[in-house]
């Protein structure tokens, strides 16, 4: 069988040569050569390099551009001494026996081509094609913000859609007094509620995206899901600081909190006053929060001749948050520029109250996505902020700063 193959192969390759030299039509004889080809690769293992040679000599002449009859006579003639040599003596009856052919020119037909194969003209100068790309999977997001709200306030669970809770609003007529006489009356004294309706609201978003984009693309919908989290993070921090409350919206504590109208004669003090001013009503201010920005105004206070003289207010290593008369300070750029608050951020006074965590939803069954071939991410959450004490809090306007002269 392999002598017999050998025989072909020669013959298809001095046919090849006549066609060369005629200048005609060589399509009959090539697909005759392929044909071969495919025999010799059924073979096995036995033969993969007289394989891989004989495919080159198929792919050199079906070339268009391939017309010198010299340098195809050079490849049939090597090719056909490679094999007669190879198999010379060898019959090949038993499975363990083998042929060992070298082809020194076997690479002549690849080297000797009309011009430099490129990602340009590897498709007939359609274009540059990349046919075997590295990829690099790591996406590179937005940056996350380094504090979200409800990593300074308390979430705890909704029951239902509504809740309605008390708030205290502030002492009714009489006070405390001394009975003089036995048998006088008392004095009758009152507190003042307000029963506040809480409802939880839905913050949502969604992407639409071709499926196949989907299926093909291993880092996309990962990438997706990550920067649309954060983005819903960043509309929750929105509502529960500055959400304006009413029929459709959440009630934030920017709509709760006093603004302070005291003394603020540098950064400092516009923090440590209102402090003090909440400390003074008896209330616990446990945090103040403020953007990186205002955050750094401490770090550059200096003195009236130039040096740097911020107060001792943090921990020499940084690694813990800034304190002002005890209360730590936060930074988040959920802060408005300019602004801050200080106030009571503990559980009993203020939560966000959570009836559907973050959600995420893929659907095919929406708008055209069936007919379009697309796919909707649904990301979601229902949420409301129950705050009890609004006089806890106090809001910081740093424009109203005094100017340094």
Request: net charge negative; proline share 4%; hydrophobic share 35%.
């Amino acid at each position: 069988m392999i002598k017999d193959l050998g025989v072909d192969l020669n013959k298809s390759i001095k046919a090849l040569e006549e066609k060369i030299k005629e200048q005609g039509d060589a399509t009959d004889v090539i697909k005759g050569l392929d044909t071969q080809l495919l025999k010799l690769k059924e073979l096995g293992e036995k033969f993969p390099t007289l394989a891989t040679q004989v495919e080159e000599i198929v792919v050199k002449m079906n070339r268009p551009d391939f017309n010198g009859a010299a340098a195809s006579k050079s490849l049939a003639d090597d090719l056909e001494a490679g094999l007669k040599k190879g198999f010379e003596g060898k019959h090949l009856d038993n499975k363990s026996a083998s042929v060992s052919i070298k082809w020194d020119k076997g690479q002549l037909g690849i080297s000797k081509a009309a011009s430099t194969i490129t990602g340009a003209n590897f498709t007939d100068g359609t274009g540059p094609v990349s046919f075997n790309p590295q990829y690099d999977n790591q996406v590179v997001t937005s940056p996350t913000r380094k504090i979200h709200m409800r990593g300074i306030i308390t979430q705890s669970p909704m029951n239902s859609g509504e809740i309605r809770y008390p708030q205290w609003t502030g002492h009714g007529d009489g006070d405390f007094g001394i009975q003089v006489n036995q048998g006088d009356r008392k004095q009758q004294i009152e507190e003042k509620y307000e029963m506040v309706d809480l409802t939880a609201r839905t913050i949502a978003a969604f992407y639409r995206v071709a499926k196949q984009e989907v299926a093909d693309t291993p880092w996309l919908v990962q990438s997706l899901l990550t920067e649309g989290t954060e983005r819903y993070l960043r509309a929750e921090d929105a509502k529960v600081l500055y959400g304006v409350g009413g029929s459709n919206d959440i009630k934030g504590i920017n709509e709760y909190a006093a603004l302070f109208t005291g003394d603020m004669p540098n950064h400092y003090e516009a923090v440590l006053n209102p402090i003090f001013e909440l400390l003074d009503a008896d209330e616990d201010p446990n945090a103040v929060i403020l953007r990186p920005s205002t955050y750094a105004q401490f770090l550059k206070y200096k003195s009236t001749t130039g040096e740097y003289n911020f107060p001792l207010l943090f921990v020499p290593n940084q690694l813990q948050p800034m304190s002002i008369a005890g209360v730590p300070i936060q930074m988040s750029t959920a802060v408005r520029v300019n602004e801050g608050f200080v106030g009571d951020f503990s559980a009993s006074n203020v939560q966000i109250r959570v009836r559907e965590g973050l959600s995420i939803g893929f659907s095919y069954e929406d708008a055209n996505n069936y007919t379009e071939n697309l796919v909707t991410i649904l990301l979601e959450a229902r949420i409301a902020l129950q705050l009890k004490r609004a006089a806890a809090f106090r809001k910081i306007d740093f424009t109203q700063v005094t100017p340094t002269i």
